[in-house]
């Protein structure tokens, strides 16, 4: 604080009646007195002189000394803040101490270096606060502030979640509506194709049998048993017919007309 060095001579003092002290060292003689030396009074007042926006100069085209906020974008996530202090006693003396509210609260002791960076801040609102000493260790009162906002991006958003979860729910609506129309056209086809069995190879089968058994009644001895094995293996083919029919017709897929089915065919073969 105003000495041309910290280097002195061995026995180069001397102490005055009147209180001085002198001092003599390699840059010359120094005098002075205890009672003048005093701390310096003046609270330091920070200043941002750089704000870097992903290691490059940023800060939306402000000055850094005047820029009272910064709302940046998810990609801009990346800050680095260098400021001063306004106090010119001792200018390398003065001390920095800093914190992100929001993102760590603690503060960092950073010596005489006006220096902080935060690398992939996640989406949120910060408060940079700095505080300063001067040489004498004389902190300023009221932090230097700096009001950050990181945007969130659009894929982590509410709305795009919302947006994904309706897509989804609609691709699994639209996959099982697809899914229960072709069950739903299966099961027309089937209820068609049982219906024209019976309708059509039913009614040929029946009326070939009822044919046989009414030529029957007027055939000679030699013909009766042609006619007769004719009328059998039609209801015969009735009877699988039915079979068929009943295992194709969709409206027969539930537990009761299978127990029916099971009763009649033990009926049929138990009796």
């Known amino acids: 604080d105003g000495l041309f060095g910290a280097e002195f001579n061995t026995g180069a003092f001397y102490g005055a009646d ?3 002290i002198w001092a003599g060292g390699a840059g010359g ?3 002075f007195h205890p009672d003048s ?3 310096v009074p003046f609270e330091p007042q920070v200043q941002f002189t750089q704000i870097l926006l992903n290691d490059q100069p940023g800060a939306g085209g402000l000055p850094a000394e005047t820029t009272p906020a910064l709302d940046l974008p998810y990609s801009q996530n990346t800050l680095s803040m260098e ?3 306004l106090e010119f006693s ?4 003065n001390q920095f101490q800093y914190r992100l509210v929001g993102y760590d609260d ?7 270096r006006g ?3 935060y690398a992939n801040l996640p989406p949120g609102d910060y408060t940079f606060e700095v505080l300063a000493a001067n040489s004498d260790g004389l902190w300023s009162k009221v932090p230097k502030t700096l009001k950050i906002r990181i945007q969130t991006p659009f894929y982590k958003t509410w709305w795009f979640i919302l947006l994904c979860v309706l897509a989804f729910a609609s691709i699994v609506y639209g996959w099982l509506w697809y899914r229960m129309q072709q069950a739903l056209k299966i099961e027309r086809m089937r209820v068609q194709i049982s219906s024209d069995l019976h309708d059509d190879v039913g009614t040929l089968l029946a009326g070939l049998a009822m044919q046989s058994e009414a030529l029957e009644l007027t055939a000679s001895e030699k013909d009766k048993g042609k006619l007769r094995r004719i009328s059998e293996i039609s ?3 009735m009877g699988h017919m039915r079979d068929t029919v009943w295992a194709i017709d969709a409206r027969k897929d539930k537990m009761e007309n299978l127990l029916d089915r099971m009763r009649e065919h033990a009926e049929e073969t138990l009796s």
């Open 83 to 85: 400021f001063v202090a």
């Open 235 to 237: 209801r015969h083919a």
């Open 90 to 93: 001792d200018p390398a003396a």
């Open 18 to 20: 009147d209180g001085r």
């Open 115 to 117: 220096f902080a960076r």
């Open 29 to 31: 003689l120094v005098v």
């Open 37 to 39: 030396v005093r701390s």
């Open 106 to 112: 603690a503060w960092v002791q950073s010596g005489t």
